[in-house]
T-cell receptor
Framework: GEDVEQSLFLSVREGDSSVINCTYTDSSSTYLYWYKQEPGAGLQLLTY?????DMKQDQRLTVLLNKKDKHLSLRIADTQTGDSAIYFCAETLISNFGNEKLTFGTGTRLTIIP | GAVVSQHPSRVICKSGTSVKIECRSL??????MFWYRQFPKQSLMLMATSNEGSKATYEQGVEKDKFLINHASLTLSTLTVTSAHPEDSSFYICSATGTSGGAGLETQYFGPGTRLLVL
């Protein structure tokens, strides 16, 4: 299957940590990604993790991967108002035509409470 | 680096007309470009994969005669919505594959999107 699921909404107070969760079903994914989409805009690549890693840290961002449970999370430390956006996780799959393609989750809308 | 542009950013057209959307990789050569469609408050759905110099590969359920894709150069792909109808109104986003980081990872870089409204 190619289902990638996320919670639709998350509200966090400014300065707290945000944790956005994602579950996927295909264990053959090679890379997993987190993208950020601001209103009316395209997607900005935030970070990615290779499937043989279980953690990656990049400044305020920490990605955790539990391959056994097919669970991916993105932690944003010291959340700021500029972090308000929709966050998509995505996995890389090989399509029926042999191309690598991204399958996106449903997206989580992060709202920052002042 | 790795900037992808789209033109136009917004277009309104009459039902029955055709609309062309351009996707350009500005500072890298993209052998592969992707076209996505996003409905309001929904995720991105891949429409087709476009390799430079060859025919596009369409996802199941996407009409190739309605959504014409041309990828004539390493920096430009176009999507033409032919005989557009109101149900084609959507946000169309392209992406291009480029190299990210020291590991040489092939990553998709996304354009800012084109909002199409068909009246």
């Amino acid at each position: 299957g190619e289902d990638v699921e996320q919670s639709l909404f998350l509200s966090v107070r400014e300065g707290d940590s945000s944790v956005i969760n994602c579950t996927y079903t295909d264990s053959s994914s090679t890379y997993l990604y987190w993208y950020k989409q601001e209103p009316g805009a395209g997607l900005q690549l935030l970070t990615y993790i290779f499937s043989n890693m279980d953690m990656k840290q990049d400044q305020r961002l920490t990605v955790l991967l539990n391959k056994k449970d097919k669970h991916l999370s993105l932690r944003i430390a010291d959340t700021q108002t500029g972090d308000s956006a929709i966050y998509f996780c995505a996995e890389t799959l090989i399509s029926n035509f042999g191309n690598e393609k991204l399958t996106f989750g449903t997206g989580t809308r992060l709202t920052i409470i002042p | 680096g790795a900037v992808v542009s789209q033109h136009p950013s917004r277009v309104i057209c009459k039902s029955g007309t055709s609309v062309k959307i351009e996707c350009r990789s500005l500072d890298f050569q993209a052998t592969t470009m992707f076209w996505y469609r996003q409905f309001p408050k929904q995720s991105l759905m891949l429409m087709a994969t476009s390799n430079e110099g060859s025919k596009a590969t369409y996802e199941q359920g996407v009409e190739k005669d309605k959504f014409l894709i041309n990828h004539a150069s390493l920096t430009l792909s176009t999507l033409t919505v032919t005989s557009a109808h109101p149900e084609d109104s959507s946000f169309y986003i392209c992406s291009a594959t480029g190299t990210s980081g020291g590991a040489g990872l092939e990553t998709q870089y996304f354009g800012p999107g084109t909002r199409l409204l068909v009246l």
